[in-house]
């Protein structure tokens, strides 16, 4: 029997998201659960079985399937584990892969959930047929995906590319879950922006900003933006930080490995230009000339909503 699909699973903090994946990146049928609902990652596995087997059977059976691909915080691509994740109930080192890969009966592989992304772009979205790109999500965290020669950077123990834990200001804002201070994610990420608003808030409190308008509950990335296209000066300057920030560490990136494309993705990329204009410029403004408008920074083109799914599946093909 011909094999059709591969199964994609991304396991986040909060819902893990799994779908049937077809050759041409379209999720024909998909659906979602509580990934922290589960204190055992068995009981885990099993919810995911109850759902899964359904969709594989409408499909075809696994008879139709090549195997199951799975993104996940801290996933170890050489050995199909979890390994400590912070976001997770289930501690230390967790056998997933192998887990899945009983429980379904198809061949499963893992990586973690932002080499995940990037192998959905070189498969699926704006990065197809390019060797040599990095991807950067900007979500609750900032995660990344190095590719070079058209092939993921992994290092030697599965870990390598965590540029959202590089440290942009040394000694600067401390990240509560690592311990480190002043690492990229502190500041570019969904958390970040919120934690820039809240210090601005405080830096000018003689100035008049929409954003006064919200309790700490209610400032968000989301209201940021808003009070942004509504002209507010403190939230255009939150934006005009930000970029800053995120354009100097992708020089240093490019610098580093002279991608062709940086693809951003995730929720903060919603802001457009008010994140795309402050970002290319700092960028551009610490390369070396030898860099100096070489690397196309673009927005992802995967809808959100899909791209998890179809990452984890990159896996399989």
């Known amino acids: 029997m ?9 396991i986040g903090g909060t819902n893990t998201k799994f ?12 659906d979602r659960l509580m990934t922290n609902a589960y204190d055992q990652v068995e009981d885990f596995i099993d919810a995911v079985h109850q759902l899964l087997m359904p969709m594989i059977n ?11 691909g799975m993104g996940a915080p801290n996933g170890n691509i050489y050995t199909g584990t979890i390994e400590y994740a912070p976001n997770l109930k ?14 379904i009966g198809l061949p499963t592989k893992l990586t973690n959930d932002a080499n995940a992304a990037a192998m959905g ?3 699926f979205g704006c990065a197809k047929d390019c060797k040599h790109f990095i991807t950067i999500t900007l979500g609750t965290g900032v995660g990344s995906g190095i590719v070079i020669d058209g092939k993921m950077v992994v290092g030697h123990d599965g870990f390598a590319g965590e540029l959202g834990h590089t440290i942009i200001r040394p000694g600067g804002r401390l990240h509560k879950s690592t311990g480190m201070r002043g690492s ?24 008049d900003s929409l954003l006064r308008d919200f309790s700490i509950n209610e400032l968000t990335s989301k209201t940021v933006y808003e009070c942004a296209i509504r002209g507010d000066n403190i939230a255009n300057e939150i934006f005009e930080f930000t970029g800053e920030i995120l354009g100097e560490s ?33 960028m551009e403004a610490n390369l070396l000339p030898i860099f100096q408008n070489k690397v196309k920074l673009i927005f992802s083109e995967l809808r959100e909503a899909d791209a998890a799914i179809l990452g984890a599946s990159a896996l399989i093909w």
């Open 184 to 207: 990229l994610e502190t500041y570019a990420s969904a958390t970040g922006v919120r934690d820039t608003a809240l210090e601005m808030l405080q830096k000018y409190p003689e100035e």
């Open 250 to 282: 992708l020089a240093n990136f490019v610098m580093f490995s002279s991608p062709e494309k940086i693809v951003l993705f995730g929720g903060l990329t919603k802001a457009g230009d008010l994140l795309m204009k402050p970002t290319r410029k700092a």
């Open 19 to 30: 779908g049937i994946v077809n050759r041409n990146g379209d999720i024909i049928e998909q």
């Open 121 to 123: 772009e070189m498969l």
């Open 58 to 68: 409408r499909a075809g059976g696994v008879d139709a399937f090549l195997g199951i």
């Open 90 to 103: 289930w501690k230390g080192i967790i056998h997933i892969a192998r887990l899945m890969q009983e429980k």
């Open 2 to 10: 011909e094999k059709k699909f591969a199964v994609g699973i991304d």
